[in-house]
């Protein structure tokens, strides 16, 4: 056996081959073996020995490099078995998550193996939000104490947020002197090398892990780096797979919302549909909807019209003339002339009756609306139907009363009109005896004292004359003679013998027309004459002619052509009023200069009053509003509508009767029919005019 440090000693040739390669094989066994050759001997071998010693010394420096090798690998082998433990551990956790784990315990166990890998003493990953925002943030390698005694993490900012933004693994040998770093939250223990890694998903940043090491720790190696990257394919895989799966739950929550939301809509839809048919079928509104063009043929009604009309649905629906043959004759030619102009209108609304299976027929509001589809062509035309019979019966009864309490107040107006005329008059009339009574006292003074005046003027010029007579017996030539003969030529006193008489005369007269004047408007307003009284018709229509003479002596002559009258039971001062308005109206007709013809007459029991104008006359249009309360063709400010319309309600309440009689540009006439006796129209209604 050979041993270290001994040098073997070749001497034959070809015999000791075979021992020389025993002896490389062992010299391959130990570190310090070589083969000697001999100064002297065969070059042979010597060349053999040389050759053996190189190849031992190369073998020798390759199994050392076997050797590094090996232990190389087997620090490799040692780390990827940490590795593949990590991949296991982060995908068991993984898979925990998976079957209902918490996703805070996933990420706390992505922290533990990331640390056993890499042999650090702090670990910690933050989560984001869409925008970028920190969800989560969990730690490891910190005592419960620790954590609780750190501030607020500066989120978005120092080193954090650089690895954030930078978007690639950095590594940081001394975290005090990086220029990104802010510092340590207060409570935190003072680490010395930082290794942050993002976590990308799709490009976008959706997590970062950070490592560190404490004060005393080691830095960071690229070994570290590739480790990191390596690990985190199956984080980012897991990150991305939650990603998904928190977006497919997001997108089932809300499906299942949605589906909720639509089984309850469904079910509401279905109430709502079913309280609608409930609605419809008890309900007077009757739906129908039909074809929008042709014979409008109807496709669709409710139920309830066999309730309203008495027909079953089907009858309407299986005979397209229906409708056609159920309104009344009257009232479709309107409908169907303007049901085309829904196409344009829109919508219309028609009244009509329609007639009901007993035969009868009932008025309907029926409502058209025309629907059109999202292409705005005409798809149906939807109508409502409601009997609304009863509400016409109404209005016909409310439109009767309407019309009676109209008749009422025109009566109560005119009532109120003659009221407010007879006070009026009865005013006028007081007014007049007032005048009068106070006109007659001067009147009388005046009346009495012309009187005297004419006496007194009588005797003086009787004076006169004696002195006349006197005169002539004077001498011709006395100074006093020649002086009363110049007086008499100054004063002309043969012209006021003369004209004194006149002026006393005149005067008198007019004294004797402000009385007759004072007497007919107490004559024409009979204030002591208010009851039924056998009155004068033509003294009556004397002084009203007399305080009408201001109004009609500028543009008529009138001319009286009186009959024999009885005397008649009546009220005077109210018919003297109808003739006053007859005979202004009539000097209001004519323009320019006319003639107004009064006549009276007699005919069996009773009498009548014409007054007849040459006037413009009446238009026919006109002729049967002029008895209405406030109707006038007069200027504003020249007429109030009132006249004929009183003059209508006296000969009226006489039991008499006015007619008229008008040619356009030739006249009219106005004639009153009076009874001779006062007759009450409600218990003798026989008695009628001629």
């Given at each position: 056996?050979?041993?270290?440090?001994?040098?073997?000693?070749?001497?034959?040739?070809?015999?000791?081959?075979?021992?020389?390669?025993?002896?490389?094989?062992?010299?391959?066994?130990?570190?310090?073996?070589?083969?000697?050759?001999?100064?002297?001997?065969?070059?042979?071998?010597?060349?053999?020995?040389?050759?053996?010693?190189?190849?031992?010394?190369?073998?020798?420096?390759?199994?050392?490099?076997?050797?590094?090798?090996?232990?190389?690998?087997?620090?490799?082998?040692?780390?990827?078995?940490?590795?593949?433990?990590?991949?296991?551990?982060?995908?068991?956790?993984?898979?925990?998550?998976?079957?209902?784990?918490?996703?805070?315990?996933?990420?706390?166990?992505?922290?533990?193996?990331?640390?056993?890998?890499?042999?650090?003493?702090?670990?910690?990953?933050?989560?984001?939000?869409?925008?970028?925002?920190?969800?989560?943030?969990i730690t490891q390698g910190l005592s419960d104490k620790e954590k609780n005694n750190i501030?607020?993490?500066?989120?978005?900012?120092?080193?954090?947020?650089?690895?954030?933004?930078?978007?690639?693994?950095?590594?940081?040998?001394?975290?005090?002197?990086?220029?990104?770093?802010?510092?340590?939250?207060?409570?935190?223990?003072?680490?010395?090398?930082?290794?942050?890694?993002?976590?990308?998903?799709?490009?976008?940043?959706?997590?970062?892990?950070?490592?560190?090491?404490?004060?005393?720790?080691?830095?960071?190696?690229?070994?570290?780096?590739?480790?990191?990257?390596?690990?985190?394919?199956?984080?980012?895989?897991?990150?991305?797979?939650?990603?998904?799966?928190?977006?497919?739950?997001?997108?089932?929550?809300?499906?299942?919302?949605?589906?909720?939301?639509?089984?309850?809509?469904?079910?509401?839809?279905?109430?709502?549909?079913?309280?609608?048919?409930?609605?419809?079928?008890?309900?007077?509104?009757?739906?129908?909807?039909?074809?929008?063009?042709?014979?409008?043929?109807?496709?669709?009604?409710?139920?309830?019209?066999?309730?309203?009309?008495?027909?079953?649905?089907?009858?309407?629906?299986?005979?397209?003339?229906?409708?056609?043959?159920?309104?009344?004759?009257?009232?479709?030619?309107?409908?169907?002339?303007?049901?085309?102009?829904?196409?344009?209108?829109?919508?219309?609304?028609?009244?009509?009756?329609?007639?009901?299976?007993?035969?009868?027929?009932?008025?309907?509001?029926?409502?058209?609306?025309?629907?059109?589809?999202?292409?705005?062509?005409?798809?149906?035309?939807?109508?409502?139907?409601?009997?609304?019979?009863?509400?016409?019966?109404?209005?016909?009864?409310?439109?009767?009363?309407?019309?009676?309490?109209?008749?009422?107040?025109?009566?109560?107006?005119?009532?109120?009109?003659?009221?407010?005329?007879?006070?009026?008059?009865?005013?006028?009339?007081?007014?007049?005896?007032?005048?009068?009574?106070?006109?007659?006292?001067?009147?009388?003074?005046?009346?009495?004292?012309?009187?005297?005046?004419?006496?007194?003027?009588?005797?003086?010029?009787?004076?006169?004359?004696?002195?006349?007579?006197?005169?002539?017996?004077?001498?011709?030539?006395?100074?006093?003679?020649?002086?009363?003969?110049?007086?008499?030529?100054?004063?002309?006193?043969?012209?006021?013998?003369?004209?004194?008489?006149?002026?006393?005369?005149?005067?008198?007269?007019?004294?004797?027309?402000?009385?007759?004047?004072?007497?007919?408007?107490?004559?024409?307003?009979?204030?002591?004459?208010?009851?039924?009284?056998?009155?004068?018709?033509?003294?009556?229509?004397?002084?009203?002619?007399?305080?009408?003479?201001?109004?009609?002596?500028?543009?008529?002559?009138?001319?009286?052509?009186?009959?024999?009258?009885?005397?008649?039971?009546c009220l005077a001062s109210q018919l003297n009023q109808v003739f006053m308005n007859l005979?202004?109206?009539?000097?209001?007709?004519?323009?320019?200069?006319?003639?107004?013809?009064?006549?009276?007459?007699?005919?069996?029991?009773?009498?009548?009053?014409?007054?007849?104008?040459?006037?413009?006359?009446?238009?026919?249009?006109?002729?049967?509003?002029?008895?209405?309360?406030?109707?006038?063709?007069?200027?504003?400010?020249?007429?109030?509508?009132?006249?004929?319309?009183?003059?209508?309600?006296?000969?009226?309440?006489?039991?008499?009767?006015?007619?008229?009689?008008?040619?356009?540009?030739?006249?009219?006439?106005?004639?009153?029919?009076?009874?001779?006796?006062?007759?009450?129209?409600?218990?003798?209604?026989?008695?009628?005019?001629?």
């Amino acid at each position: 056996m050979y041993t270290s440090n001994t040098r073997k000693t070749i001497n034959s040739n070809e015999s000791r081959i075979e021992e020389i390669i025993s002896v490389v094989n062992y010299m391959m066994e130990e570190d310090d073996w070589t083969v000697s050759v001999p100064e002297n001997g065969n070059n042979r071998l010597a060349d053999l020995a040389k050759i053996i010693n190189r190849m031992i010394t190369g073998a020798r420096t390759k199994i050392h490099g076997l050797e590094n090798n090996i232990t190389s690998l087997s620090s490799i082998n040692i780390r990827m078995s940490l590795i593949n433990s990590a991949v296991a551990g982060i995908r068991e956790a993984d898979d925990k998550m998976r079957r209902g784990g918490d996703i805070n315990t996933l990420y706390m166990d992505i922290i533990k193996n990331f640390m056993e890998v890499t042999g650090v003493d702090y670990g910690a990953i933050s989560i984001l939000d869409k925008e970028g925002r920190v969800k989560d943030f969990i730690t490891q390698g910190l005592s419960d104490k620790e954590k609780n005694n750190i501030g607020e993490m500066p989120a978005g900012k120092g080193l954090l947020g650089a690895f954030y933004h930078e978007g690639k693994a950095t590594r940081v040998d001394d975290i005090s002197s990086d220029p990104r770093s802010c510092g340590f939250p207060s409570g935190h223990p003072i680490m010395k090398s930082l290794l942050g890694l993002p976590l990308k998903v799709n490009g976008v940043t959706k997590g970062v892990i950070y490592l560190a090491n404490n004060a005393k720790g080691r830095s960071f190696s690229e070994d570290d780096e590739i480790i990191m990257n390596m690990l985190a394919s199956d984080v980012i895989d897991i990150l991305e797979r939650n990603e998904l799966l928190e977006a497919l739950r997001d997108s089932n929550h809300a499906l299942m919302k949605d589906i909720v939301a639509r089984k309850e809509a469904q079910q509401n839809l279905a109430k709502t549909s079913a309280r609608l048919q409930h609605l419809i079928d008890n309900s007077s509104t009757i739906i129908c909807s039909s074809v929008p063009s042709g014979d409008f043929r109807v496709t669709f009604v409710s139920e309830n019209l066999t309730r309203v009309f008495g027909y079953e649905p089907r009858e309407m629906l299986e005979d397209h003339n229906f409708l056609f043959n159920h309104i009344h004759p009257d009232d479709i030619t309107h409908i169907f002339s303007s049901l085309s102009r829904i196409l344009v209108d829109g919508q219309q609304m028609h009244e009509y009756r329609f007639r009901h299976k007993n035969g009868n027929y009932l008025w309907v509001h029926d409502t058209l609306r025309l629907i059109r589809d999202q292409k705005n062509n005409p798809l149906e035309i939807v109508s409502s139907m409601v009997d609304i019979d009863e509400r016409k019966k109404m209005e016909e009864v409310l439109r009767s009363e309407k019309e009676q309490q109209q008749s009422l107040i025109k009566q109560l107006q005119e009532a109120q009109s003659q009221l407010l005329q007879s006070e009026k008059m009865a005013s006028i009339g007081q007014l007049a005896a007032g005048v009068a009574h106070e006109i007659n006292n001067p009147v009388g003074y005046v009346s009495s004292n012309l009187g005297s005046l004419n006496n007194y003027v009588g005797d003086l010029f009787r004076v006169i004359d004696a002195y006349a007579k006197v005169e002539a017996l004077l001498p011709g030539n006395a100074k006093e003679v020649q002086d009363v003969q110049t007086i008499k030529n100054e004063t002309d006193l043969e012209f006021l013998k003369v004209d004194i008489a006149e002026l006393i005369k005149e005067s008198l007269g007019g004294v004797k027309r402000v009385k007759d004047i004072v007497q007919d408007l107490k004559d024409f307003s009979h204030v002591d004459e208010a009851e039924w009284q056998s009155i004068d018709l033509h003294k009556g229509l004397d002084s009203t002619l007399n305080i009408a003479h201001n109004e009609i002596k500028y543009k008529a002559k009138v001319i009286k052509e009186y009959g024999d009258l009885p005397l008649v039971e009546c009220l005077a001062s109210q018919l003297n009023q109808v003739f006053m308005n007859l005979l202004v109206n009539a000097a209001h007709a004519i323009e320019d200069r006319g003639t107004i013809i009064l006549r009276t007459g007699k005919q069996d029991d009773w009498v009548w009053v014409e007054v007849y104008d040459t006037g413009k006359g009446i238009p026919p249009e006109n002729i049967k509003r002029i008895f209405e309360p406030f109707f006038t063709t007069k200027p504003v400010g020249k007429g109030t509508g009132l006249g004929l319309s009183l003059s209508y309600g006296i000969v009226n309440k006489h039991g008499g009767r006015i007619e008229v009689q008008s040619e356009a540009g030739k006249g009219t006439s106005f004639k009153v029919w009076i009874p001779v006796r006062h007759v009450n129209i409600h218990d003798e209604l026989g008695n009628t005019a001629p």
